[in-house]
């Protein structure tokens, strides 16, 4: 065969080739071994042994083959030191060699004759092959072969060095050391090593002969061990796979229909608009710039009271239509009001004032008569003479108050003299506002003294401190329209979250753009019953009529509850509007969607061949631990219990919990649309249960979700043996990049709450604490937007923020993993290489009853320059 034939060939030459080499030509160069024989002289002027450069008493010189022995004399005497003429070498018999002779001669082996089965008489350990037949002298010359690697070594004597007797009866060439040794000697020295590293006693730690299992033994303990780890991996394969087969069953089971997002998503979007945009018939004059407002668009108690009796009544009011061209049902609407609760203030009045009695004296004005009051101070002041007439006019719910105020202000060098008169009247009808005045100069500011007033009015009891209570108090007695001091509305948040899940008045939480209310006052919108109940559950929610109207309490929420006949779904929309302190309304809304379709049956299959899947691995986990049985065991060692043990336990609870949960939902949603033609009471409870259902259901599927993610790490990376390397870097790496998370952690809250302190009274983006995290972690992530803003806002603490983040998070955090999984690797290349150098291995050996070996901590440590240590590990 010639395939055959080829791979003969090559394997012939490649075997040669790695023995043999072509005998050197007489032109080219060859390697000599040179040993220096000293003799009792080792020391000396010109002499280069024990020392640096030339101190070995062996060494190598390259030499032609044509030149004489005389040539590398003088190489080697000149090397080691020597005078040339008093020199010579000894062949590798002893015989001493001329210098007249030629190197060729020496250092190769002879070349045989042409008779093949002639034998060289030399005492040459080597001779060179000739193919058998060759006859011409280039043939042979073109064909010698010798050994490789071996090169002639030849023995430098000094002229004066005593030579020993040559021993006649030793045998003719090269000297091998073979395997034998020393058992004394090899015993002596495993003893010291006992002693020097604390090992056993030599006799205590003799085996006893008889115990010595045998050959066949051995193999046979083999096998049964190759056997045992191969059924070991089969069946933590077999594990894997029932991991991914519940893990993918569970995930079959959470998939919806392809086209119920959509729709669900569609019939939100269109509902959320036909609530909040006005239309042509709508009243929206109060809208100046926007052509087709909306919800979100409302900014004034006005435009607030527009949408109410606009777009909110049409809908509401409208049910009929809504259902035959729209296939939807508006079920129900509440109502709640949430006011902050008057506290009043914690700075006590002294005993100079008291609070006036506000009562008495609007009750005198409400029939139609006036009261006259004269205020005369005296002040020092250098300003000119100034008249000013004001009439403004104050409303309330039920009655109109017009306020006309004359004040004139005569000043001379030294004092001035100040009258103001105030003239109230009531009337029954409404009048507009008007507002004259005649300014000669602009008066000095007043100067509020806390003896200016004698006692601060009712309405002023809830301020926040008393010094408020004198401006407002002044201002008002001056004539001037002052706001009254509204309370705060102030909750604990996570307690307030945490009671309304078991509150017995459903949605009692809200959550909105400025703060957060809890347990309103609610009430029901009657929308049945005409438009004229409807205004009056209207104004009996809103405590106001709509000429003019005025925004009561600190928010207001209307929850909407719709049912769309065509995706059988419920839709509840949470209309939330709250009273800013600073003037003006913000509105925000929040929808709440769940079917009333049944669970489809397959996604109960699924879940419960997940639940069957995971005690299945559950129960391999145990036995793992517990060894039991013993035939299914193929485990060396037993596993111990871990935090993994825990996980594998709560996994199948957390599924059977959600196909618990789907089965309690679906007994609930066949109760929802009675509840909801019963009363209002029934279907808010339903719908509240049913909300709190699909929370808890929502909960669990995130931490089963985070169970799956966790166990296919433990899987990928702890769980075959055959990732023993992986599992080791794992756990090097686990504690550094912990580290740098934390590290990370603190330096982004420490850069957000720089910047909540900066920019939060001035941008959204961090008005709060979640939203500064958010947008400081994408921040890190190198996400900006409208940076121009800050840099208008605050240059340089802008400039000083930004140069920060590059500094600590782009160029130091970012890349500090990559660093320290770059370092580990480093250290593992030299854990992988280093034994393969002696001195290594040396050490490795001295340090054998320490765990691990690190050569990277092998060393000198210079911490201290002027001190510096020597480091083992």
């Known amino acids: 065969d010639t395939d055959q034939k080829f791979r003969i060939l090559s394997v012939t030459k490649e075997t040669i080739d790695r023995f043999l080499r072509k005998r050197p030509k007489l032109e080219d160069e060859q390697m000599v071994d040179v040993h220096f024989l000293t003799g009792t002289e080792t020391t000396g002027f010109n002499l280069h042994i024990n020392g640096e450069g030339a101190g070995s008493r062996d060494a190598k010189f390259l030499v032609h083959l044509n030149e004489k022995v005389e040539s590398l004399g003088k190489q080697a005497a000149?090397?080691?030191?020597?005078?040339?003429?008093?020199?010579?070498?000894?062949?590798?018999?002893?015989?001493?060699?001329?210098?007249?002779?030629?190197?060729?001669?020496?250092?190769?082996?002879?070349?045989?004759?042409?008779?093949?089965?002639?034998?060289?008489s030399q005492s040459s350990s080597s001779t060179a092959l000739v193919p058998e037949g060759a006859s011409s002298s280039e043939q042979r010359e073109r064909d010698l072969w010798m050994v490789k690697g071996r090169n002639y070594c030849l023995t430098l004597v000094r002229a004066s060095t005593v030579l020993s007797k040559e021993d006649l009866n030793r045998p003719k060439g090269e000297k091998w050391e073979d395997f034998t040794f020393n058992e004394r000697q090899l015993e002596k020295e495993l003893e010291n090593a006992r002693k020097k590293r604390g090992g056993e006693d030599g006799e205590a730690a003799k085996i006893n002969m008889d115990i010595i299992p045998s050959l066949n033994d051995l193999m046979q303990q083999g096998q049964e061990k190759k056997r045992r780890k191969r059924a070991d991996t089969r069946c933590r394969l077999l594990e894997f796979s029932v991991f991914v087969v519940c893990q993918v069953l569970f995930l079959i089971s959470l998939v919806q229909p392809q086209t119920l997002g959509p729709s669900l998503l569609l019939a939100s979007s269109k509902l959320e608009r036909l609530f909040g945009n006005f239309t042509e018939a709508d009243?929206?004059?109060?809208?100046?710039?926007?052509?087709?407002?909306?919800?979100?668009?409302?900014?004034?108690?006005?435009?607030?009271?527009?949408?109410?009796?606009?777009?909110?009544?049409?809908?509401?009011?409208?049910?009929?239509?809504?259902?035959?061209?729209?296939?939807?049902?508006?079920?129900?609407?509440?109502?709640?009001?949430?006011?902050?609760?008057?506290?009043?203030?914690?700075?006590?009045?002294?005993?100079?004032?008291?609070?006036?009695?506000?009562?008495?004296?609007?009750?005198?004005?409400?029939?139609?008569?006036?009261?006259?009051?004269?205020?005369?101070?005296?002040?020092?002041?250098?300003?000119?003479?100034?008249?000013?007439?004001?009439?403004?006019?104050?409303?309330?719910?039920?009655?109109?108050?017009?306020?006309?105020?004359?004040?004139?202000?005569?000043?001379?060098?030294?004092?001035?003299?100040?009258?103001?008169?105030?003239?109230?009247?009531?009337?029954?009808?409404?009048?507009?506002?008007?507002?004259?005045?005649?300014?000669?100069?602009?008066?000095?500011?007043?100067?509020?003294?806390?003896?200016?007033?004698?006692?601060?009015?009712?309405?002023?009891?809830?301020?926040?401190?008393?010094?408020?209570?004198?401006?407002?108090?002044?201002?008002?007695?001056?004539?001037?329209?002052?706001?009254?001091?509204?309370?705060?509305?102030?909750?604990?948040?996570?307690?307030?979250?945490?009671?309304?899940?078991?509150?017995?008045?459903?949605?009692?939480?809200?959550?909105?753009?400025?703060?957060?209310?809890?347990?309103?006052?609610?009430?029901?919108?009657?929308?049945?019953?005409?438009?004229?109940?409807?205004?009056?559950?209207?104004?009996?929610?809103?405590?106001?009529?709509?000429?003019?109207?005025?925004?009561?309490?600190?928010?207001?929420?209307?929850?909407?509850?719709?049912?769309?006949?065509?995706?059988?779904?419920?839709?509840?929309?949470?209309?939330?509007?709250?009273?800013?302190?600073?003037?003006?309304?913000?509105?925000?809304?929040?929808?709440?969607?769940?079917?009333?379709?049944?669970?489809?049956?397959?996604?109960?299959?699924?879940?419960?061949?997940?639940?069957?899947?995971?005690?299945?691995?559950?129960?391999?986990?145990?036995?793992?631990?517990?060894?039991?049985?013993?035939?299914?065991?193929?485990?060396?060692?037993?596993?111990?219990?871990?935090?993994?043990?825990?996980?594998?336990?709560?996994?199948?609870?957390?599924?059977?919990?959600?196909?618990?949960?789907?089965?309690?939902?679906?007994?609930?949603?066949?109760?929802?649309?009675?509840?909801?033609?019963?009363?209002?009471?029934?279907?808010?409870?339903?719908?509240?249960?049913?909300?709190?259902?699909?929370?808890?259901?929502?909960?669990?599927?995130?931490?089963?979700?985070?169970?799956?993610?966790?166990?296919?790490?433990?899987?990928?990376?702890?769980?075959?043996?055959?990732?023993?390397?992986?599992?080791?870097?794992v756990k090097k790496l686990a504690a550094p990049l912990i580290t740098v998370l934390v590290l990370t952690c603190v330096t982004v809250f420490s850069f957000g709450v720089f910047l909540y302190a900066v920019f939060g009274t001035a941008f959204r983006a961090f008005e709060g604490v979640a939203t500064t995290w958010l947008n400081v972690v994408l921040w890190s992530m190198g996400y900006i937007k409208d940076w121009q803003a800050y840099y208008r806002f605050q240059p340089a603490l802008w400039t000083f923020s930004i140069f920060v983040a590059l500094c600590l998070i782009q160029l130091t955090l970012n890349v500090l993993p990559a660093v320290i999984m770059l370092s580990h690797k480093k250290e593992a290349d030299l854990v992988e290489n280093y034994s393969y150098h002696a001195y290594w291995a040396s050490e490795r050996s001295k340090n054998s009853g320490k765990k691990s070996f690190n050569p990277a901590l092998v060393g000198w440590d210079f911490t201290d320059p002027k001190d510096p240590r020597e480091v083992f590990n």
């Open 78 to 120: 000149k090397y080691w030191g020597l005078d040339p003429d008093k020199v010579f070498f000894l062949d590798g018999d002893g015989r001493i060699v001329l210098d007249n002779m030629t190197l060729v001669d020496i250092i190769l082996p002879p070349v045989p004759p042409t008779d093949p089965h002639f034998r060289s």
């Open 283 to 729: 009243n929206s004059s109060a809208f100046l710039h926007h052509v087709s407002p909306s919800f979100n668009d409302i900014i004034t108690e006005q435009q607030y009271w527009q949408w109410l009796t606009g777009p909110l009544q049409r809908v509401l009011t409208d049910n009929v239509s809504l259902e035959t061209d729209m296939h939807i049902q508006i079920l129900r609407t509440l109502t709640t009001r949430f006011d902050a609760t008057q506290l009043q203030t914690s700075s006590s009045l002294s005993s100079a004032y008291e609070f006036c009695n506000s009562t008495s004296s609007s009750a005198d004005n409400t029939n139609s008569t006036a009261t006259t009051s004269t205020t005369a101070t005296q002040t020092t002041s250098t300003s000119s003479t100034v008249t000013t007439t004001k009439t403004s006019t104050t409303r309330s719910t039920s009655s109109t108050f017009t306020l006309t105020s004359t004040q004139s202000l005569t000043v001379t060098r030294t004092q001035a003299t100040s009258i103001s008169t105030t003239s109230a009247t009531a009337t029954n009808t409404v009048t507009s506002t008007s507002t004259t005045g005649t300014n000669v100069s602009v008066p000095t500011p007043v100067t509020v003294n806390p003896g200016d007033i004698s006692c601060i009015p009712e309405q002023f009891r809830y301020c926040s401190n008393l010094r408020a209570m004198h401006i407002l108090g002044k201002g008002q007695e001056l004539g001037h329209e002052v706001p009254n001091c509204v309370p705060l509305y102030d909750i604990n948040i996570p307690n307030a979250y945490l009671h309304s899940l078991t509150h017995p008045q459903v949605f009692s939480y809200a959550n909105g753009k400025i703060g957060s209310y809890f347990e309103g006052d609610r009430s029901f919108l009657d929308v049945s019953n005409g438009t004229e109940a409807f205004r009056q559950s209207l104004e009996s929610f809103t405590l106001s009529t709509g000429e003019p109207f005025t925004f009561q309490g600190s928010a207001q929420q209307l929850t909407t509850v719709v049912y769309g006949a065509t995706t059988n779904a419920i839709f509840i929309f949470h209309f939330l509007v709250e009273n800013r302190l600073s003037g003006g309304l913000v509105t925000s809304i929040h929808k709440d969607v769940f079917l009333l379709d049944l669970e489809p049956v397959e996604s109960h299959v699924y879940l419960l061949l997940a639940c069957a899947s995971a005690v299945l691995l559950l129960l391999m986990e145990m036995r793992r631990i517990f060894h039991c049985p013993a035939a299914c065991t193929f485990e060396e060692e037993r596993t111990k219990c871990s935090i993994w043990s825990l996980l594998f336990l709560v996994l199948p609870a957390m599924i059977l919990a959600i196909s618990c949960l789907m089965l309690v939902q679906d007994t609930f949603t066949g109760n929802l649309l009675e509840a909801g033609r019963t009363s209002d009471a029934a279907l808010y409870d339903y719908l509240w249960l049913r909300i709190k259902l699909d929370r808890s259901r929502l909960t669990i599927v995130v931490i089963t979700l985070f169970l799956f993610n966790a166990l296919m790490l433990k899987y990928l990376l702890l769980h075959f043996p055959q990732l023993l390397s992986a599992t080791q870097i």
